[in-house]
């Protein structure tokens, strides 16, 4: 059945914990709290917290004796014509029973009939039924990338100055910011991963509107004749007490400027509470992980970025008129 904020936002973020348990990140933790917190107040929790009980909630739930045993979401993506199907989460006592199958399934027709043009979504890269299903119904991989944590409490190894002589991003920079993620990574991948310009925003109204959404973020960037060879970012969170940095690299630069990179990132944090940090290494980046993890972070997740493109013929495989039915319920 469709997907009802008041009705099933508090079960829906209890399924999520109970389906993904250990592999959360800090953001995706911090929304789950934000999710059951807004279900706890009921309507009145979503007029404090500023959702609107009549906004467009796009996606499905599949219900079994009155539980919530099943979820897709989907959204718009960045991109015109694109969307993203956030989470598909099944209860893991109603596994192998075609549900995951069936929801999205049900998400792929009803993007088609908003006039998506493409579907995105991420899968763990070693979760090998939820590949096989999705290279089924028509996703292809156009990427990876690899989500490090460092758990927080943790003292950062050799504290000292900056081993580079970055400085802070100016606002005339952005734009070089952005196409600096974009670099090395194809097209699809780049709109799966959601890359826009308004995440690569820097100078000093950029830090005002960080501080004002309660965090605290700071670019540098390292700078030759030519422009921008790498950058930096630095985000903490408040109050959540968690970090998070984002390193940029020119790929022909990468072995010789990532260590340091990685290096004076960590010099900066050095001087920051120790909670914990995250840090995502997408495409070339993940070259990177050598550098992160010999500073005490460990792999969480490494992702697989898929797409379909819809409109191109894919044999669904359906359990006739009963998956009709209990999508129903």
């Not at 934000?34 to 309507?43: D, F, K, L, T, Y």
């Not at 917290?49 to 499905?60: C, H, K």
């Not at 290494?281 to 797409?307: N, Y």
Request: charged letters at 25%; zero cysteines.
């Amino acid at each position: 059945m469709p997907f009802h904020p008041l009705r099933h936002l508090g079960p829906v973020a209890d399924l999520m914990t109970e389906a993904f348990g250990g592999e959360l990140g800090p953001w995706a933790r911090q929304t789950l709290r934000r999710m059951q917190r807004i279900a706890r107040w009921g309507a009145l929790g979503f007029l404090i917290w500023g959702m609107d009980l009549d906004q467009e909630s796009p996606g499905f739930v599949w219900v079994e004796d009155g539980q919530v045993v099943g979820n897709v979401s989907f959204r718009r993506a960045a991109t015109a014509g694109g969307w993203m199907i956030g989470n598909v989460a099944v209860h893991p006592g109603w596994r192998g029973r075609s549900i995951g199958r069936a929801l999205v399934e049900a998400a792929l027709e009803e993007i088609a009939a908003r006039g998506g043009v493409w579907v995105g979504l991420e899968v763990r890269a070693d979760n090998a039924a939820a590949r096989r299903l999705y290279e089924h119904l028509g996703f292809e991989p156009v990427g990876e990338s690899l989500e490090l944590d460092r758990p927080g409490g943790l003292l950062w190894p050799g504290a000292g100055p900056p081993p580079l002589p970055v400085q802070r991003a100016r606002a005339a920079e952005s734009h070089a910011l952005y196409l600096l993620a974009r670099d090395s990574l194809t097209r699809t991948h780049q709109e799966v991963l959601e890359i826009r310009p308004s995440a690569y925003r820097a100078g000093w109204e950029a830090r005002l509107s960080a501080w004002l959404e309660g965090r605290s973020e700071n670019w540098w960037v390292l700078r030759d004749e030519g422009g921008l060879t790498g950058a930096l970012r630095l985000t903490s969170y408040y109050p959540e007490r968690w970090h998070e940095v984002e390193v940029l690299v020119r790929p022909p630069r990468m072995d010789d400027l990532g260590g340091p990179l990685v290096a004076t990132a960590l010099a900066f944090l050095a001087r920051r509470p120790a909670w914990e940090t995250v840090t995502t290494l997408p495409g070339a980046r993940m070259r990177l992980e050598t550098f992160f993890t010999d500073a005490g972070f460990r792999p969480l997740r490494r992702l697989l970025q898929m797409r379909r493109v819809l409109g191109t013929p894919v044999q669904i495989y359906h359990e006739g008129t009963k998956t009709r039915r209990e999508m129903n319920n």
